[in-house]
C-alpha cells in the first residue's frame, strides 16, 4: 500500500528516526500537533508499513563485542538447496548479526561480532567456513560507523 507523505508526516518519521522512544505528546509538541493528532498519525504509518517496527540499538563494545567483520560470502555452489541450506545455518549462528543475500562479486554479506579477532578467528573457523556451500570469503573489519538515518 502506498502513502502519500505530507510534510509533516516526514518530520515526524526523521523524529523518530533520531529516536523511535518519543512518545505521541512530545512528538506533537515537536511538531505542532495535539497528542491524540500525532498519535492517529504515528498509526497511519504503522498501518501503511511506513513504520515497520520500533527497535532498540544496541552498542556491541560495550556489550563486550569490541569487532565487527562484515563478510563476503561466495558460495561454491547455487542450487536452490544450497542457498536454502546456508541461510538456515548461517542465521543459527548468534555473532552473525546481519545476513544480506546480494548482487556483485560475493553473495551474501554477513555482519559478524566478536569479543576480539582471536574470537573472530574462532568464529570463521569453527562456523562459518564449515557452513553448507561457502566458497570463498573476504573480510573487512569495521573501524569506525556513523549513523545516517536517510533522506526522509
Known sequence: MSLD????????????????????????????????????????????????RR?????????GFGVTVFLGVKLATKGRTSVADFERAVS??????????????YDYRLRVVARDLSDFERVLRRRIMTL?????????????EERRPGPW
Open 132 to 144: 553448507p556451500g561457502v566458497g570463498e570469503l573476504e573480510a573487512n573489519v569495521l573501524l569506525s
Open 5 to 52: 507523505l505530507d510534510d509533516t508526516d516526514r518530520a515526524l518519521v526523521r523524529a523518530l528516526a533520531r529516536d523511535a522512544r518519543q512518545s505521541a505528546g512530545a512528538l506533537g509538541r515537536a511538531l505542532g500537533l495535539s497528542q491524540p493528532a500525532a498519535w492517529r498519525r504515528i498509526r497511519r504509518l504503522e498501518a501503511a508499513g511506513v513504520l515497520a
Open 55 to 63: 527497535r532498540v540499538r544496541l552498542d556491541p563494545a560495550k556489550l
Open 92 to 105: 543459527a549462528i548468534p555473532e552473525v548479526q546481519v545476513v544480506q543475500h546480494v548482487l556483485g562479486a
